[in-house]
């Protein structure tokens, strides 16, 4: 019997990924675990290796190792020194 992943995760789109289940719009993924957070609440064998699972996940578009999260200091303004 061929077995389909129950979660398929979305091309990148606007910095995240649509992830569905069965079908459905569970969400969207921004890191990697959003989709572990996303196999947990399935139900699902959620670890990291469940990312590399065929039998769990299926990538559409790039893979598991391809997110275009903004780095975690882009939206901070840089502090100066006060000026006296």
Same mark, same amino acid.
């Given at each position: $019997? #061929?077995?389909? =992943? &129950?979660?398929?995760?979305?091309? $990148?789109? #606007?910095? !995240? &990924? &649509? *992830?569905?289940?069965d079908g459905e719009l569970v969400g969207r993924a921004v890191v990697p675990g959003d989709v572990v =957070?996303? @196999? @947990?609440? =399935?139900?699902?064998n959620a670890t990291w290796a469940c990312l590399r699972d065929p039998t769990i996940v299926e990538w559409r578009g790039d893979g598991p190792d391809t997110w275009n999260?903004?780095?975690?200091? !882009? #939206? *901070?303004?840089p502090v100066g020194r006060p000026t006296e």
């Open positions: $019997m #061929d077995q389909h =992943a &129950r979660i398929v995760v979305h091309p $990148m789109l #606007d910095g !995240e &990924r &649509r *992830v569905t289940l =957070a996303f @196999a @947990a609440l =399935a139900g699902l999260s903004p780095s975690p200091h !882009e #939206d *901070v303004e």
